[in-house]
């Protein structure tokens, strides 16, 4: 298999090389723990775990170390503190946890390695010492701030000159600053904001040294996938570029960038009935209210049906569907539920799709062709071609991590028995009076199943159900 990937930096896809085989690494940006994520928020894990899976499928789950940040030193999360009067660590566990639970609901795989800012400050510090001694780097009253104009390739990954990049951006004015667009490294607490000491006064990190600091320690440098939203392009990952390369004297190298990170792969923007998401507009969707309210994979699906590179927009028709084509695919499954199977691989048709720049719409697709001949070897009666392509599907759906539900669970999961009892009556009556064309009493038995949170789904072997979300 040839995986082929987009790379920001370079503006092509590219045959993706590891650096070592044996021991490939991927870094997705993940949460500031001050509040519950929205559903944009959970694009880039949704992307990069499937992403995660394909590589673990190829080079072995061994040979794959997937990391995930977790920022735990924010304005935002000082103020939700202050405001509660407790410590930055109880805001942060809070909203840590409900994140995890959340991801577990979308079929997420935890990372590897979750390194917290906290728990990195030595490295983080050590860091901004090395920008230093390098000269990208100067201390002024009690902050540190990263001089651009060291590096000479900065502004490559977005592909616009500094000015476009200034004129586009908001950047603090400050007196202290050499440069317009210098950006912090470390910078002094406010009185009552958590501190850390430093050679330059106590203080903590900027946002963006943290993920390289994080990086360099954890997984060590360079790194082969760097990933996260199109949002972080800049000047998250331009300044992360910055700094790692120039803690290490490669600034004036050709390739310098290479030393940091070998591919850089960003999802693109999610919008909501077609318009950003906006407090001021009131459409913020969270996605720990989401996943309360319907199947994560039904979430997951959603944030998997356009290719990851473009835009989505999140509306109620797109749920609704997403439902559907999932029912569809279990109930392939649930037909096909008295034929084993044996492990089997995902066939061509998904591994084309998923290994040219994890192409998703083409590989669900190729599960509706799946479960599309499961229903014609069901009517055939060729159990051999059922449990073949019942086996393909289910290893297809486990790399795009769907259809990991007991088809009956899925179906029926929030159903006690007598329920189950009650709805499978109601439906031999049901079926009894469009039999005998008494439409009226047809009638009378849906408005009773549809009291029952009962959605009835009619096809060529009869009625299935399922409860509403």
């Known amino acids: 298999m040839t995986l082929r990937l987009y790379d920001t930096l370079s503006r092509e ?6 650096r070592d085989p044996k021991r490939v690494t991927l870094y997705v940006c993940g949460p500031t723990v001050y509040d519950y994520a929205h559903i944009g928020n959970a ?6 775990d499937v992403l995660n899976r394909l590589l673990r499928r190829q080079y072995g789950d061994e040979a794959v170390i997937f990391a995930r940040n977790v920022t735990d030193v924010d304005d935002k999360i000082n103020q939700k503190a202050a405001r509660e009067g407790v410590p930055i660590g109880d805001v942060t566990a809070r909203y840590e946890a409900a994140y995890l639970e959340d991801m577990a609901r979308l079929n997420v795989r935890a990372p590897d390695i979750a390194p917290h800012v906290t728990d990195h400050m030595d490295a983080i510090v050590r860091q901004i010492g090395a920008i230093m001694e390098a000269g990208a780097a100067y201390a002024a009253e009690g902050h540190v701030l990263f001089d ?25 004015v400050a007196p202290y600053k050499r440069n317009a667009h210098d950006f912090v490294l470390w910078k002094p607490s406010k009185e009552g904001e958590p501190s850390w000491p430093s050679p330059w006064g106590d203080g903590r990190p900027g946002w963006h040294i943290e993920c390289s600091a994080m990086i360099e320690e954890t997984l060590g440098l360079p790194i082969d996938i760097h990933g996260g ?6 000047p998250h990952h331009e300044n992360e570029i910055a700094q790692g390369v120039c803690a290490h004297g490669h600034a004036g190298e050709p390739h310098a960038h290479t030393e940091y990170a070998r591919y850089w792969m960003h999802n693109g923007f999610l919008t909501v009935d077609a318009e950003k998401m906006s407090k001021s507009i009131g459409n913020v969707l969270l996605l720990h209210d989401l996943v309360q309210a319907m199947p994560g994979e039904v979430v997951r699906w959603a944030l998997l049906s356009a290719h990851y590179r473009q835009p989505l927009d999140w509306n109620q028709a797109l749920l609704d569907q997403s439902r559907k084509n999932l029912d569809r695919l279990y109930q392939a499954l649930r037909r096909a539920s008295a034929v084993e199977t044996g492990p089997l691989e995902p066939p061509a048709a998904v591994m084309d799709a998923l290994s040219d720049d994890l192409n998703t719409p083409a590989a669900v697709a190729a599960l509706f062709a799946l479960s599309a001949e499961i229903e014609r070897a069901m009517t055939a009666g060729d159990e051999a071609a059922v449990g073949l392509a019942k086996g393909q599907l289910i290893a297809s759906a486990d790399l795009l991590g769907v259809l990991q539900s007991d088809p009956d669970t899925w179906f029926e999961g929030g159903a006690d028995d007598a329920l189950k009892t009650e709805v499978e009556g109601l439906l031999a009556q049901r079926l009894a009076a469009r039999q005998a064309k008494d439409w009226p009493e047809a009638d009378r038995i849906r408005d009773r199943l549809t009291e ?5 789904m009619d096809g060529p072997d009869g009625a299935t159900w399922r409860l509403k979300d």
């Open 148 to 172: 651009v104009s060291a590096y000479a390739n900065y502004g490559r990954l977005s592909g616009r000159s500094l000015d476009d990049m200034i004129a586009g951006a908001r950047v603090e």
């Open 229 to 234: 939203g199109i949002d972080l392009v800049f």
């Open 43 to 48: 694009r880039p894990p949704v992307v990069f």
């Open 13 to 18: 896809k590219r045959v993706f090389e590891p």
């Open 452 to 456: 029952l949170n009962v959605v009835v």
